[in-house]
């Protein structure tokens, strides 16, 4: 292998050693959400006709375990070697800024296309979301998934403390992921917050993952493309810039 590869297959060997708590847990967490959401609410909450609450649960819990998972595998793994002291290692190889942000986002895209795809799979045994536009899940799967593994990067830079990534997940990537409309469409709410959900990028890669499972959606699939492509570009530029800075890892 190059040195890249390397890099990646030891990232993608990282959380695969210990599925339990990578693969496994955050399946169980969305499949409990799916239980408990779908049981109280089924009755209760009808979104899209002819679609149970269940089945219009099921993309918005896989998504958000998908941009959860990509985010906590670059961001956890770069400031766990910081904290260990072993990024030194990496830094006396002749990897470039390209080769660090490849490898890293890439195994935080591996993890979170598992995690995705897990919850899907279990997800069958409740309820069954038909599949009207394949293309569009997997364009916002991989656009979502990248865009968090750089943000993780970026995080993971920032952060030099373990509690200083915690209040990163805790206070800006829970908040955004749990009120982007994984539980409900926000044509629900009212005018006001409709707005300010039109201003969370989280809302665009929810909606335009549902789309391609029910061809419906609070907004244009081409708008929601559009904004994820923009904040991608954005983020991985971002965090290609902090890398080659050395960003908090070469003083």
């Not at 070697?81 to 030194?88: A, D, E, I, P």
């Not at 006001?192 to 039109?198: C, I, L, R, Y």
């Not at 499972?213 to 492509?229: A, K, N, R």
Request: net charge positive.
């Amino acid at each position: 292998m190059t040195g890249w590869q390397m890099l990646l297959y030891k990232e993608v060997l990282r959380f695969f050693r210990v599925a339990a708590q990578t693969i496994t847990g955050p399946i169980l967490t969305a499949m409990l959400y799916l239980l408990i959401f779908g049981h109280a609410l089924e009755a209760h909450v009808k979104v899209y006709d002819q679609v149970s609450y269940t089945a219009f649960l099921v993309p918005g819990l896989a998504m958000m375990s998908l941009l959860q998972n990509a985010f906590a595998n670059s961001s956890s793994s770069l400031i766990a070697s910081k904290v260990m002291g072993n990024l030194v290692f990496l830094l006396l190889t002749p990897l470039s800024a390209w080769h660090w942000f490849v490898a890293y986002v890439g195994a935080a895209i591996v993890r979170g296309l598992v995690v995705g795809l897990g919850v899907l799979l279990v997800s069958l045994f409740f309820a069954v979301p038909p599949l009207a536009e394949p293309l569009w899940v997997i364009a916002f799967a991989l656009l979502g998934a990248g865009l968090m593994g750089a943000l993780g990067v970026v995080a993971g830079l920032w952060s030099e403390k373990f509690d200083q990534m915690a209040a990163f997940q805790n206070f800006v990537v829970m908040p955004m992921t749990f009120l982007s409309g994984v539980f409900y469409s926000i044509h629900s709410l009212p005018p006001f917050w409709q707005t300010v959900s039109h201003f969370n990028p989280f809302f665009y890669m929810i909606d335009g993952f549902r789309y391609g499972f029910f061809g419906v959606g609070d907004v244009s699939p081409w708008l929601s493309l559009g904004v994820v492509v923009a904040a991608t570009l954005g983020v991985g530029a971002w965090a290609l810039v902090l890398l080659r800075m050395g960003y908090k890892i070469r003083s």
